[in-house]
């Protein structure tokens, strides 16, 4: 069976997890199956929420190659009072406690009309995400690699870096992919005689299969790359790329 490989790497991305109301809002430390779904949707052109019903046959890998860092987003907005009323009915449901308004968003100023958001933010993160759909990959390869809406990491202000659209190839290839291993690139620059590549390295990473009925995480040991033009000549020689010019 063959599989569709895309990269999700850039500056920032989020990547919707635990949210109590619209100022308090963290990411995941990997992208989530709802965000993989939106953006696979968005690649095919469908209108928001009107996803085809062969999604639910929808298998995601997500190969944690880098996991970067979290980061805080510092931003003040208006005060909605009906993210205060979510916020207070769904704490007094968990603890039975009325919150006040000051423990739901920090309010700075006296008038009481600005709050700051708490969100959180993914940092310097890579992610090779593997599609499989039995009956629809065609569909799948031609729309990530042509896609009629733009792709972006969770929130539109984050585009992907290049590349993201890898190509199609064998299932087996999320284990034989390689990984672009930055901190070895980086520590070669302090040496006298730097040491070649890394291609036969093995050094462990996280795979998570999203399915539409759980998650699983296990370990992997894909080989280490650290010139990333060789890494690009390696997935080529791994996967087939279709044209989109």
């Known amino acids: 069976m063959t599989s569709v490989y895309i990269r999700l790497a850039g500056p920032l ?12 809002s963290h990411t995941q430390d990997y992208p989530t199956r709802g965000s993989l ?3 696979v949707a968005a690649c095919l052109g469908c209108p928001r929420g009107k996803y085809p019903l062969w999604f639910q046959d929808l298998q995601f890998a997500v190969r944690v190659d880098s996991p970067g860092r979290i980061c805080d987003d510092y931003q003040t907005i208006g005060v909605r009072d009906e993210d205060m009323q979510v916020a207070t009915r769904l704490l007094m449901l968990l603890t039975g406690k009325r919150a006040t308004n000051r423990g739901l968003a920090f309010i700075p100023d006296a008038q009481g009309k600005t709050t700051i958001v708490r969100r959180t933010l993914l940092a310097d993160a890579e992610f090779i995400v593997q599609i499989q759909c039995e009956g629809h990959l065609e569909q799948l390869d031609q729309a ?8 972006y990491l969770g929130r539109k202000a984050f585009a992907p870096g290049f590349p993201f659209y890898l190509g199609i190839g064998e299932d087996s290839a999320i284990d034989t992919l390689p990984v672009f291993d930055k901190g070895r690139l980086e520590s070669s620059y302090y040496q006298e005689k730097p040491e070649p590549t890394a291609e036969s390295e093995i050094k462990s990473r996280t795979l998570y299969r999203l399915s539409s009925i759980h998650t699983t995480q296990e370990t ?24 989109t010019v």
């Open 13 to 24: 991305q989020s990547w919707a997890g635990a949210k109590v109301s619209g100022n308090i």
């Open 144 to 151: 990530i690699s042509d896609p009629t809406f733009v792709s």
């Open 37 to 39: 779904e939106g953006l």
């Open 220 to 243: 992997i040991h894909p080989p280490l790359e650290c010139c990333r033009k060789k890494w690009l000549e390696t997935i080529s020689e791994q996967l087939r790329r279709r044209a």
